[in-house]
């Protein structure tokens, strides 16, 4: 069974960095897309950044040249390295993986449970 965890959530002050980890496992085929998305209370969750399994990126207006997206794809991995941290950034932070998994012909989107970033002095 295929599964995707993030991890690295937390407090920080504004200003403050954070490196989010989210990594794939199960009997993965291949991994296409990566990418987070975020929720802030009474908010839709909206877009933060995806990365191709080429490594192309795409990021939200909001959070370019303070955010990078990156990937190990030998680890079926993906990461968000936050600087430059706004109280406008708290919220759940999920990451989602397109994964055709073993044995299976389409790829499907898999999502993790979400992890906390909270922004605050």
């Known amino acids: 069974q295929v599964q995707v965890v993030e991890s690295g959530g937390g407090l920080v002050q504004p200003g403050g960095s954070l490196r989010l980890s989210c990594a794939a496992s199960?009997?993965?085929?291949?991994?296409?897309?990566m990418g987070w998305y975020r929720q802030a209370p009474g908010k839709q969750r909206e877009l933060v950044a995806t990365?191709?399994?080429?490594?192309?990126?795409d990021y939200a207006d909001s959070v370019k040249g303070r955010f990078t997206i990156s990937r190990d794809n030998a680890k079926n991995t993906v990461y968000l390295q936050m600087n430059g941290l706004k109280a406008e950034d708290t919220a759940v932070y999920y990451c989602?993986?397109?994964?055709?998994?073993?044995?299976?012909?389409?790829?499907?989107?898999?999502w993790g449970q979400g992890t906390q970033v909270t922004v605050s002095s």
């Open positions: 989602n993986a397109a994964i055709r998994a073993a044995d299976i012909r389409i790829a499907y989107l898999y």
């Open positions: 199960g009997r993965i085929f291949s991994i296409n897309s």
């Open positions: 990365i191709t399994s080429g490594g192309s990126t």
